[in-house]
């Protein structure tokens, strides 16, 4: 049901495995309210046990509701931890309005596709206050009970008031009929579809989507293209071991297959109210979105700089250099630097270091988790304020492929 997605940059990461989702930081109180300081006892407390947590609220939830089992997949091994990472990263980030209404609001809207209905909240709030209450065994009371229910229901009244304006304006899921499928190495294929609807998106944004192989999994994906006046889209999509919906798209998708599309988001978007200089790192499939965004520079006619670093394993991994430096050659303003290395995490990063100065630049970064980290953490090194560093989501385009 829930997912955790964020564009932009976090508060600190935290050692243990329900590390918070990331999101933007910025316009939060000075001091935590007594509230969140109860909310992050009980988040300290309960993540050396996760698992059992998850497991746990997975369990009243469906044997207290056993009708809810079938908005869920049909294996949870890809689900289990999403719903509760969206529910324990708003709770912690309570206290930062500016940030978490605007977040939660996505997440309503977007969990529409999921058959969320305003009537599933209270059931999920109950399992959640039972499981912290099992394992929260030192900073549980009903003071802290208390600070989780104020939370929790602040939470889903924003979520379900999203949902309900979003349902004037737009169907919960777009359906999207494969018309190409074009393997360009044994893992990876570019997809193109097109909806039976018109599907508005911003160039470097992305959507979720499912096969009917694996009905209630979703997976994210970035748009590769701008868009397109015939209103065709395309993915990359790279087939991951053990991954149900990258396989399923790789190998089994042919034309004529219909696939189901969630609501575009994500917010790294060119800002073509400025002339600065753009400086993408792709990696992998994350070349995906910095094509779209040269799509959209091109479109735009303006003559900004644009100098893309595309980074891979291997030769075979730079499957999409041709049409890269095709676009090079047709748009002097555009520069493409195919970077190949067993390290890419830490070779891309490093060699954009060795070219610059960078500071006056807006910087974009997709590609695999690591990468994101590492290009992100250099980015800044090299003097490119961190409000002005793009990034798809680390946890749902990286860390959760499939």
């Given at each position: 049901?829930?997912?955790?997605?964020?564009?932009?940059d976090?508060?600190?990461?935290?050692?243990?495995?329900?590390?918070t989702?990331r999101?933007?930081?910025g316009?939060?109180a000075?001091?935590?309210?007594?509230?969140?300081?109860?909310?992050?006892r009980?988040l300290?407390?309960?993540a050396?046990?996760?698992?059992?947590v998850?497991?746990?609220?997975y369990a009243l939830?469906?044997?207290?509701?056993?009708?809810?089992?079938?908005?869920?997949?049909?294996a949870?091994?890809?689900?289990?931890?999403?719903l509760?990472?969206?529910?324990?990263?708003a709770?912690?980030?309570?206290?930062?309005?500016?940030?978490?209404?605007?977040?939660l609001?996505?997440l309503?809207?977007?969990?529409?596709?999921?058959?969320?209905?305003?009537?599933h909240?209270?059931?999920?709030?109950?399992?959640?206050?039972?499981?912290?209450?099992?394992?929260?065994?030192v900073?549980w009371?009903?003071?802290?009970?208390?600070?989780?229910?104020?939370?929790?229901?602040?939470?889903?009244?924003?979520?379900?008031?999203?949902?309900?304006e979003?349902?004037?304006r737009?169907?919960?899921?777009?359906?999207?009929?494969?018309?190409s499928?074009?393997l360009?190495t044994?893992d990876?294929?570019?997809?193109?579809?097109?909806?039976?609807?018109?599907?508005?998106?911003?160039?470097?944004?992305?959507?979720?989507?499912?096969t009917?192989?694996w009905p209630?999994?979703?997976?994210?994906?970035?748009?590769?293209?701008?868009p397109?006046?015939?209103?065709?889209?395309s993915?990359?999509?790279?087939?991951?071991?053990?991954?149900?919906?990258?396989?399923?798209?790789v190998?089994?998708?042919?034309?004529?297959?219909?696939?189901?599309?969630?609501?575009?988001?994500?917010?790294m978007?060119v800002?073509?109210?400025?002339?600065?200089?753009?400086l993408?790192?792709?990696?992998?499939t994350g070349?995906?979105p910095?094509?779209?965004?040269?799509?959209d520079?091109?479109?735009?006619?303006?003559?900004?700089?644009?100098?893309?670093f595309?980074?891979?394993?291997?030769?075979?991994?730079?499957?999409?250099?041709d049409?890269?430096l095709?676009?090079?050659?047709?748009?002097?303003?555009?520069?493409?630097?195919?970077?190949?290395?067993?390290?890419l995490?830490?070779?891309?990063p490093?060699?954009?270091?060795e070219?610059?100065p960078w500071?006056?630049y807006?910087a974009?970064?997709?590609?695999?988790?690591?990468?994101?980290r590492s290009?992100?953490?250099?980015?800044k090194?090299?003097g490119?304020?961190?409000?002005?560093?793009?990034h798809?989501?680390?946890?749902?385009l990286?860390?959760?492929?499939?």
């Amino acid at each position: 049901m829930f997912e955790a997605r964020h564009p932009m940059d976090a508060p600190p990461t935290r050692p243990d495995r329900w590390e918070t989702a990331r999101v933007p930081s910025g316009g939060g109180a000075a001091d935590p309210s007594p509230d969140a300081l109860l909310i992050r006892r009980t988040l300290a407390e309960v993540a050396p046990v996760a698992d059992r947590v998850t497991s746990y609220f997975y369990a009243l939830v469906f044997t207290g509701y056993p009708d809810l089992r079938g908005l869920f997949p049909v294996a949870m091994d890809a689900q289990r931890d999403r719903l509760l990472k969206a529910l324990l990263t708003a709770a912690e980030h309570i206290d930062n309005p500016a940030v978490l209404v605007p977040y939660l609001r996505r997440l309503g809207a977007g969990h529409r596709k999921y058959g969320t209905l305003a009537g599933h909240y209270p059931v999920v709030g109950e399992a959640l206050i039972g499981a912290l209450a099992r394992y929260a065994t030192v900073s549980w009371g009903p003071h802290a009970q208390a600070a989780w229910v104020r939370a929790y229901t602040a939470i889903s009244q924003i979520m379900i008031d999203a949902a309900a304006e979003d349902e004037m304006r737009a169907p919960a899921w777009w359906h999207a009929e494969v018309v190409s499928h074009e393997l360009r190495t044994p893992d990876i294929a570019v997809l193109t579809v097109r909806t039976g609807q018109p599907y508005a998106f911003l160039a470097g944004q992305y959507t979720s989507l499912e096969t009917p192989w694996w009905p209630r999994v979703w997976r994210h994906y970035s748009f590769a293209s701008a868009p397109r006046p015939d209103g065709l889209l395309s993915f990359h999509v790279k087939a991951v071991p053990a991954g149900w919906v990258s396989n399923a798209l790789v190998r089994r998708a042919r034309p004529g297959d219909v696939l189901r599309l969630g609501p575009p988001t994500g917010s790294m978007v060119v800002d073509h109210s400025t002339d600065n200089g753009m400086l993408c790192l792709g990696g992998g499939t994350g070349i995906a979105p910095i094509k779209a965004l040269i799509e959209d520079v091109a479109e735009h006619g303006a003559r900004r700089p644009m100098e893309v670093f595309f980074g891979a394993r291997s030769d075979n991994g730079l499957y999409d250099k041709d049409t890269l430096l095709e676009l090079q050659r047709s748009h002097p303003w555009l520069s493409v630097r195919p970077v190949v290395g067993d390290g890419l995490a830490g070779q891309l990063p490093q060699a954009v270091g060795e070219h610059g100065p960078w500071s006056s630049y807006d910087a974009f970064v997709s590609g695999p988790a690591a990468m994101i980290r590492s290009g992100v953490d250099e980015l800044k090194r090299i003097g490119i304020p961190g409000e002005r560093i793009r990034h798809d989501a680390v946890e749902e385009l990286a860390g959760v492929a499939g």
